[in-house]
């Protein structure tokens, strides 16, 4: 490992972007990386809420028309190397709220999958997703982050 | 909007949001400042929009449930039983006792979780971490209890229609590390909120802010906690059936301040511990699901509960197919929108954001469709956008 990825390492920004899910899984991020039972902090892992700074973005949630462009601007402000996360059944593929209609087809409302605004990364499915996998999802979108020149 | 009918010259404003630091849910919040005093303020919660209630629109009966427990995360099960409490009314479906005291434990269990996320998040924005980690700390062995019941730590989907899923009966040797945990919950948690108490520096910045006279939450409707703190002693607790065989107090604060509502949510936790060990003590036995009931038609019924932050209301109607009809959600926090706003109104701008997180708003679950037109506003129903404007592109 060379001295830039050592360096990067040591200090990891996580920021999360929620799209209008339920709630759900953004709390069970910010557990998994606050909540002292999960504290990923300890393996200088941080939290942020400044795109500017930070390293990995994680999505949650189905993405409301609302939050198409503040989540393409928030994409765009982060500086490479950079990877996505998305987190939940929501951003991977809609949910119940995409697939299982009635009487009218699919739900244009929403523009779930995450990947359809931004390219994502790593998915990390589940409904809603333990602690646990939320953090075996940022880790596994490190290498991408750490062997970039 | 709300600040009467005096009209007041305004220096600046400011505008948070959809995406803030300050903000963990996508919500806008303008602030109109004079002089660094909130002269008004304004909640734009509509930025999450899922087009949910138009969703239900068609669906058998059975399959709404699942779509019903994902309006909110926080407040699965709540949804999750009202809206199979709306069918089991307006059809006359009988629940077995033993399922309705399973669905109390979850509810009381989940409303703890809830309270415990307010105070990590009140306390993050006051600037104590270590008070917000214990919360989240403390938070910890009740989500394990619900993955316990249910199989997941947020949606434990306890609740079908006529009873509960088998797979979330209590066994005995269940019910013996429920009541271990909450023994040892409560402990930790007396020490938790005495440390509260006593702490001069977080007890100053809470007290004397954030002011909702009793008159002021009736005419804004605040519900749930953030009405109760103000002295209005409403709980749709006692009205209900299903809570008839616990005893227990409700909760209120003549105080009216941020505190109080800190306060009130605080002494609701013990309320429910007591409702747990009473349910858990007294389980009856017997089956946990009626299976005898058809679908058939079924006129538009309401039915009411009180959800972790106020009262919730839900109702559909059944076709001759029983198929869901016309569905209707009305969370807490739209009633309670208003008392905010007003609440945050002659107070520091720094203290703006602490009174609105001590209303505890879930801006998710809440959104609706709105056209503002000429300084007035209406809501439409989901039907009437449609017709409007089409299915989005």
Known sequence: ?????????????????????????????????????????????????????????????????????????????????????????CAVNGNVYKNLVGDIGQNEEIWAPVETVIPVDVKVPGCAPRPEDVIAGVVKALPKILEAP | MTSGEKRVE??????????????????????????????????????AYRGIEKLFDGLPVERALLIAERVCGICSHVHAWNSVRVIEGG???DVPPRANYIRVITQEMQRITSHLILFGHAFEVVGHETFAMRSFLLRESFMDLISYVGGNRVMPSVPIIGGIRPR???????????????????????????????????????????FLTKEDAIKFHATGPTGRASGWDYDVRTKMDEYKPFDFNVITDESCDTKARIVVRALEIFESLKIIRQA?????????????????????????????RGELMHSYGLDSQGRIRNYKIRTPTPTNLAAMEHACIGDHVTEAILTIASCDPCLTCCTRAEIVDSGKSFVLSDLEIIRKYGWRK
């Not at chain 2, 007294?282 to 946990?288: D, H, I, K, R, S």
């Open chain 1, 1 to 89: 490992m060379n001295l830039k990825a050592t360096s990067r390492k040591n200090a990891i920004h996580v920021m999360v972007a929620y799209t209008g899910g339920c709630n759900g899984c953004d709390i069970e991020i910010v557990n998994a990386v606050l909540s002292p039972r999960y504290d990923v902090e300890q393996y200088r892992v941080l939290l942020t809420w400044n795109p500017r700074e930070a390293d990995v973005l994680i999505v949650s949630g189905v993405v409301a028309w609302q939050m198409v462009e503040p989540l393409k601007k928030i994409y765009d402000s982060i500086p490479e190397p950079k990877g996505v996360v998305a987190v939940g059944a």
């Open chain 2, 10 to 47: 305004i220096e600046k404003e400011l505008s948070f949001g959809p995406v803030h630091p300050a903000l963990i849910e996508p919500y806008r919040i303008r602030l109109f400042v004079n002089d660094e005093i909130v002269e008004d303020c304004e909640l734009n919660i509509n930025m």
């Open chain 2, 91 to 93: 059809l006359k479906i």
């Open chain 2, 168 to 210: 979330a009966d209590l066994t005995e040797s269940l019910k013996r590390v429920i009541l271990e945990r909450i023994d040892e919950f409560e402990e930790k948690y007396k020490g938790y909120v005495a440390r509260i108490i006593e702490d001069p520096l977080v007890m100053s910045r809470l007290t004397g802010i954030g």
């Open chain 2, 280 to 308: 858990v003590k007294n389980l009856p036995e017997g089956p946990v699901v009626n299976r005898s009931w058809r679908a058939e038609e079924m006129d538009f019924t309401t039915a009411l509960l009180e959800a972790y």
